[in-house]
DNA sequence: AATCCGGGGCG
DNA sequence: CGCCCAGGATT
């Protein structure tokens, strides 16, 4: 397969993004000197999906408590939940838990730096896999998240905005966007999430104060809007079992002992659904259903409690 | 490819 | 009140 034709935009972009973070770069503790791989892994699986400034604090606090995989791997299972706090998608504790014990018991403790073997972790996919590599190891890869589809949409494609689905050709075009060098890929996958973040970001980017205003297809073009505007549809969220699920979580971490069913009746008014999503919660292993042993078991005497 | 999965803060 | 946020797993 031939690779794709370089863009003639891309070395003087990539340069100037670079060289604008090392001037703007925030301070997060992931990126510390004595920051660890698990502790990079750690920052990415929080970061899916929640924003850096609610991350930050969880992360110092977990990373205090659990600083090692194999800390996390020997941990309560409800404890876990609970650090996890209000960071939302509270699968994702499991998973990282579920990760801290497949390094332990297969790769002796330490992160692995190999692709394959990274995407094979729980809660670890295509973007987290890059991400470790990139951020953690300093080997090359195709590090495309949300802010980096966006500044590439714009600065490459003229585009306000990404797809709402991420293609194939996509991935091929920002691969062809990344150096061939470990530590230059890894700089360039560092830069470009960081100018969609502070400068690229997607409601009101700071063009004025962009290091490739004068590269940027969009701007050029006029900032155009997002060509996928009628197509986008906000995920509905009163009265969802997502919600419902979040009002059963939130009690349950906050409980110091099994929570009676009526108590857990309690936060959400439509039983059928709230049924539905213990069931689910209890599928999902968030949540441990104890009930009353015997030929004729109460069923109000039913309980709930977060696992382990 | 489409859905589901939390929660909060900002324009 | 709509929209966005360093996505992943499942179907």
């Given at each position: 397969?031939?690779?794709?034709?370089?863009?003639?935009?891309?070395?003087?972009?990539?340069?100037?993004?670079v060289a604008w973070f090392d001037v703007h770069a925030r301070d997060l503790p992931w990126r510390a000197?004595?920051?660890?791989?698990?502790?990079?892994?750690?920052?990415?699986?929080?970061?899916?999906?929640?924003?850096?400034?609610?991350?930050?604090?969880?992360?110092?606090?977990?990373?205090?408590?659990?600083?090692?995989?194999?800390?996390?791997?020997?941990?309560?299972?409800?404890?876990?939940?609970?650090?996890?706090?209000?960071?939302?998608?509270?699968?994702?504790?499991?998973?990282?838990?579920?990760?801290?014990?497949?390094?332990?018991?297969?790769?002796?403790?330490?992160?692995?730096?190999?692709?394959?073997?990274?995407?094979?972790?729980?809660?670890?996919?295509?973007?987290?896999?890059?991400?470790?590599?990139?951020?953690?190891?300093?080997?090359?890869?195709?590090?495309?998240?949300?802010?980096?589809?966006?500044?590439?949409?714009?600065?490459?494609?003229?585009?306000?905005?990404?797809?709402?689905?991420?293609?194939?050709?996509?991935?091929?075009?920002?691969?062809?966007?990344?150096?061939?060098?470990?530590?230059?890929?890894?700089?360039?996958?560092?830069?470009?999430?960081?100018?969609?973040?502070?400068?690229?970001?997607?409601?009101?980017?700071?063009?004025?104060?962009?290091?490739?205003?004068?590269?940027?297809?969009?701007?050029?073009?006029?900032?155009?809007?997002?060509?996928?505007?009628?197509?986008?549809?906000?995920?509905?969220?009163?009265?969802?079992?997502?919600?419902?699920?979040g009002r059963v979580m939130a009690l349950l971490r906050e409980a110091i002992a099994p929570v009676p069913?009526?108590?857990?009746?309690?936060?959400?008014?439509?039983?059928?659904?709230?049924?539905?999503?213990?069931?689910?919660?209890?599928?999902?292993?968030?949540?441990?259903?104890d009930e009353p042993s015997g030929d004729d078991p109460d069923p109000s005497a039913t309980t709930y409690?977060?696992?382990?």
């Amino acid at each position: 397969m031939l690779a794709a034709d370089p863009d003639p935009l891309a070395a003087d972009v990539r340069r100037d993004v670079v060289a604008w973070f090392d001037v703007h770069a925030r301070d997060l503790p992931w990126r510390a000197h004595d920051r660890t791989p698990w502790g990079v892994l750690v920052s990415e699986v929080m970061l899916q999906q929640t924003p850096v400034v609610r991350v930050e604090p969880a992360w110092r606090a977990w990373m205090d408590r659990w600083p090692t995989p194999a800390d996390l791997a020997a941990a309560p299972t409800a404890d876990v939940l609970r650090a996890w706090d209000r960071l939302g998608y509270p699968r994702r504790a499991l998973r990282l838990q579920e990760c801290a014990r497949t390094v332990v018991e297969q790769h002796g403790g330490d992160l692995p730096d190999d692709e394959a073997a990274l995407l094979a972790l729980p809660g670890v996919g295509a973007y987290t896999a890059a991400a470790v590599r990139a951020f953690a190891f300093g080997r090359r890869s195709v590090v495309l998240d949300t802010n980096v589809r966006r500044v590439l949409a714009r600065v490459a494609a003229g585009e306000a905005l990404p797809a709402p689905a991420q293609t194939v050709a996509e991935t091929r075009a920002a691969a062809a966007w990344v150096p061939d060098d470990d530590a230059a890929a890894a700089r360039w996958a560092a830069a470009s999430m960081e100018l969609g973040a502070l400068v690229c970001t997607a409601r009101a980017p700071r063009c004025d104060a962009c290091p490739v205003a004068d590269r940027c297809r969009w701007l050029a073009a006029g900032r155009p809007v997002d060509a996928h505007a009628h197509r986008r549809r906000t995920q509905a969220w009163t009265g969802t079992d997502r919600q419902a699920r979040g009002r059963v979580m939130a009690l349950l971490r906050e409980a110091i002992a099994p929570v009676p069913h009526d108590a857990v009746a309690a936060v959400w008014p439509d039983a059928a659904q709230l049924a539905r999503c213990l069931d689910a919660l209890v599928a999902d292993g968030l949540v441990v259903r104890d009930e009353p042993s015997g030929d004729d078991p109460d069923p109000s005497a039913t309980t709930y409690r977060l696992p382990g």
